[in-house]
């Protein structure tokens, strides 16, 4: 068995919420079918280029909606499984020498080790499951890279990944070009809709305007269309806060779709850098 997971993260500091990593997970065989289906989707609402949560406006919200039901509908199939993972500025790391240039790495290497579950993707152990994991356009020094990609590999001699016969060889461990890969845009839509919501997006207005600009609204509206196609899968689901794991923390593989409010250990909460009551 191989498993593919696809990885991209978006705005490193934000009002309220900071450091959202998103992925996708799905086993490779099924890969080409699924980038099928969503190719189809895409060229019948005439979209071109890059699927980007940046680009969505008035004038192509529609199309946006379009592809992002036949996400819901792969997810739901039980083809794709999605990751949202973030911080919330209120938890502030409380380690004086933490080293904030290997944040980036530090937290992919957290998102990948838990928030799929796989430690527990092969329950019967009779053989290995092999996980290649794909990230978007790594900004850091290709010597960084290969260190962390060394490390992250290292998860294969993490003990549990070990006794449940969990392996991310190094060879495994790539970045590449969202362009290029259907899949990991889709990643991006959905990823970028929950820093935006999150950090309280929906409201900002021009510089010198009284209203909200016609692009703003149309984010709103996109994103509430995504966080209704989540409420069909989990009714109620809270976006700002760690998925419950009410089957037990099997749950964190079992389920499609998840969040997880990532806290660092040892942090320290600081309610000035939340949000302001209402007055």
């Known amino acids: 068995m191989h498993y593919i997971i696809y990885c991209d993260e978006s705005n490193d500091k934000g009002r309220y919420y900071s450091n959202f990593y998103g992925g996708a997970l799905l086993r490779g065989n099924d890969r080409e079918l699924i980038e099928a289906r969503l190719s189809t989707a895409k060229a019948a609402t005439k979209l071109q280029g890059e699927i980007k949560w940046t680009k969505i406006s008035e004038y192509n919200e529609a199309c946006y909606t379009a592809v992002i039901d036949e996400v819901f509908s792969i997810i739901r199939d039980g083809l794709l499984k999605i990751r949202i993972m973030f911080t919330q500025n209120i938890n502030q790391n409380s380690h004086v020498n933490y080293e904030v240039e290997n944040e980036y790495f530090m937290l992919y290497y957290q998102f990948v080790k838990h928030a799929f579950g796989l430690r527990y993707c092969n329950p019967q152990r009779t053989h290995f499951i092999n996980a290649s994991v794909y990230l978007d356009k790594v900004p850091q020094k290709l010597d960084d890279f290969d260190t962390f990609k060394q490390y992250m590999s290292g998860l294969s001699d993490y003990p549990v990944f070990k ?13 590449i070009d969202s362009f290029d890969h ?11 809709s929950m820093q935006f919501r999150l950090n309280e997006h929906h409201k900002d207005k021009p510089e010198g305007k009284k209203r909200r600009g016609k692009r703003t609204k149309a984010k709103e509206r996109v994103y509430k269309h995504i966080n209704a196609k989540i409420r069909e899968v989990y009714p109620g689901f809270n976006i700002g806060t760690s998925t419950g794991q009410a089957g037990g923390d099997e749950d964190r593989w079992r389920h499609q779709y998840r969040h997880w409010c990532f806290v660092p250990k040892g942090s320290r909460v600081d309610l000035a850098r939340g949000k302001k009551p209402r007055s």
């Open 163 to 175: 006794k449940e016969k969990v392996r991310i060889r190094k060879e495994d461990i790539t970045d």
């Open 182 to 192: 259907i899949i990991l845009q889709m990643v991006d839509v959905i990823l970028g």
